[in-house]
């Protein structure tokens, strides 16, 4: 039911399916893009009823996927709906995970009126769906998207906020040997996309021609970021009066609290010999 | 041993590993980078010799993975080498696909001699590993790479060739709603990376801002590559003297035989009503 029901809103056929039960051992993971949502990781578990020497890994693989999950799908059988069913419910709620209940093959039975009023008490979202014939596959999705946490469909900006509409950031990008081959790696690619949608631009360098490239602009930038290792030699090269800063305090902002830190970091000045300091 | 194997060599955890064979059903992906070959995809599959209905479900899940495979490993127990292996070796020989066989659990017993000397006039690489003690994982991984096919390692550029050191791109990043979120598609990434690999910079703009961005700049750039659905506003808006592309255009370059296809778009003028068209 779940393997399938996963192919049908991924599109593709992600594990086997066999018509018996419990064919699923490892977790089987999927990225894919859920828009609003953006990139989602969806993670076939096995159940929680599994018995016998490897029936107990499973349940640990599952415990662990619960663990790492912001968001469920809880496969009910049609009709059924059982001890099982509440376990797994009861699992998610102990860790404030919101939850969606898909009723999988609901052509072959109705889920239990009482049952949907139970999960209506509870706030908590059903739908019926049919992975076969491809049915409420769109109310699925729309669902998942309406439980989805909030930061997960608007986020702060990156650095667009501190460039501006039509305005210019450059973004200094050193190309180590540890670097992904070919590619960027994300943080950098998050912050052009960042730069674009706030309808500014970005010049792309590396180190050694931010020298060249901020000679090719008619007037400076209104930021430079640079990666962090380069931090000296591109200060050299930036006129003082542009301010520069780097990935790292970027994504400080986007994801932590900057000013803490900052305070945090202002507090090392009062530091006296012997003091304890918890880093945490 | 193969799910072991797996584990060490991307040092996670990405299949239960149980000591009953036959645990690997779901041929298991694990994407990761190795340097200098970039991006791979690891596929851990079941065996061929697998019995009943799911067994013959696994096996053709193998052949499909086989099918997807540009590098073999084929892990064969310390000692054990039978009809399986030579089985697996035929598979893939057939598909002309390199192969590096792997002898693991090298503590336990040694390959047997006739064995590596068969592997030797076969031209067939071979190591000795214990995914256990991390042996011989360094000598795999140089082992893979020294046997991937030559194109791997080494690509043609994709538009660092056409800007030259030192000089400068513009690219057009026209943002729709099927862009993934907060994020570029690969070809722009790439494209970035291979300007920054071979010394030069990028502009990177969307079609709003592309005369703005223009306007920012000392003197006109070396080339302006734009997403094809822009193609008409951008060559509006870029100066007649400058040399004008897409990104398609660029990836049927790298990837395809460009010249074949412009002589091809080039006979269409010569066909008459009636012709037959092969579109392969």
Redesign the interface.
């Known amino acids: 039911g779940k393997s399938s029901l996963l192919n049908a809103i991924t599109r593709q056929q992600v594990?086997?399916v066999?018509p018996?039960a419990g064919?699923?051992?490892?977790p089987?993971e999927k990225p894919m893009?859920l828009?609003?949502?953006?990139?989602v990781l969806f993670i076939d578990t096995a159940g929680l009823d599994d018995v016998g020497?490897?029936g107990e890994?499973?349940v640990k693989?599952t415990l662990e996927a619960f663990d790492r999950t912001d968001l469920a799908i809880l496969v009910a059988e049609g009709g059924q709906w059982g001890e099982f069913e509440e376990q797994i419910l009861a699992e998610l709620a102990s860790r404030q995970t919101p939850v969606v209940v898909a009723f999988n093959k609901a052509d072959l039975a109705e889920p239990p009126p009482d049952r949907l009023k139970a999960l209506r008490a509870r706030a908590c979202p059903s739908v019926r769906t049919c992975a076969k014939e491809g049915q409420g596959l769109q109310e699925l999705r729309e669902a998942l998207i309406a439980a989805a946490p909030e930061g997960f469909i608007e986020?702060p900006a990156i650095v667009g906020d501190l460039v501006g509409p039509?305005e210019?950031a450059v973004l200094v990008?050193p190309?180590d040997?540890?670097a992904?081959?070919?590619?960027?790696i994300?943080p950098q690619?998050?912050a052009?996309?960042?730069?674009?949608?706030s309808?500014?631009?970005?010049?792309?360098?590396?180190e050694?021609?931010l020298r060249?490239?901020l000679?090719?602009?008619?007037?400076p930038p209104k930021l430079v970021v640079t990666d962090s290792q380069a931090f000296l030699k591109v200060a050299a090269d930036t006129p003082a009066e542009v301010p520069l800063t780097s990935f790292s305090i970027l994504f400080s902002r986007f994801k932590g609290d900057l000013v803490a830190q900052v305070e945090g970091a202002l507090a090392i000045d009062d530091l006296k010999a012997g003091d304890r300091v918890l880093i945490a």
């Open positions: 594990s086997i066999a018996d064919t699923t051992t490892d089987v893009e828009l609003p949502l953006g990139p020497a490897l890994l499973r693989k986020n039509g210019l990008v190309i040997k540890a992904p081959k070919g590619r960027l994300l690619v998050q052009i996309r960042d730069l674009l949608d309808d500014a631009m970005c010049l792309v360098v590396k050694r021609e060249a490239g000679a090719r602009l008619v007037r």
